[in-house]
């Protein structure tokens, strides 16, 4: 049996948070700057294994984001093939669409470590942060079947004057 979007969408925002967490983490001990003259690959043997903790750090974090956007290309994909509500489409494609542009904006703050090199990068993140706990909200607010629970405003209609003439 297949998990449920709403999970698949709670694990990838939990995720996400997580992802972001790390980079907090890793920002603040300058673990990106370990790499910054050999970037995309690191210090270490052959660039590729870490030669101490910064580096470590830095490998990591990228390790767990390629992860996560590997997980919010799967949300999007659920999304928008599971025939589920207009604004959960839009939400996960709003995350999907800004998470190359997170993956630049990471790159840059290895090249450019400065205020707005951090601003954008984590702006970004947060957008996909937003847009995917949106995503889920609204997923565990849809019906099991994934449709929007359409209103019959006959039957409504015809309900509320019932209870008005009672009155």
């Known amino acids: 049996m297949r998990p449920a979007f709403k999970h698949l969408a709670g694990a ?19 673990a990106g700057l370990a790499c910054a003259g050999r970037w995309p690959l690191c210090d270490g043997w052959l660039g590729l294994f870490p030669a101490h903790w910064p580096s470590f750090v830095e490998w990591f974090h990228r390790f767990v984001a390629m ?11 659920a999304a928008w ?8 489409q839009f939400a996960s494609g709003v995350a999907l ?4 542009l997170q993956f630049l904006f990471g790159a ?22 937003v847009a995917l706990v949106a995503a889920t909200a609204w997923a565990f607010e849809e019906p099991p ?15 509320t004057a019932g209870t008005n003439a009672d009155d």
């Open 67 to 77: 992860i996560t956007g590997f997980a919010i290309l799967g949300t999007a994909a």
């Open 81 to 88: 093939r599971g025939d589920h509500e207009r604004r959960i």
């Open 97 to 100: 669409l800004v998470t190359p």
């Open 108 to 129: 840059n703050t290895i090249f450019n470590f400065g205020v707005a090199a951090q601003v954008l990068h984590h702006g970004a993140a947060l957008t996909i942060l």
């Open 12 to 30: 990838t925002t939990a995720l996400t948070f997580a992802l972001i967490l790390l980079g907090v983490y890793t920002g603040a001990v300058g």
């Open 145 to 159: 079947n994934g449709r929007p629970v359409e209103a019959d405003t006959e039957t409504d209609a015809a309900a």
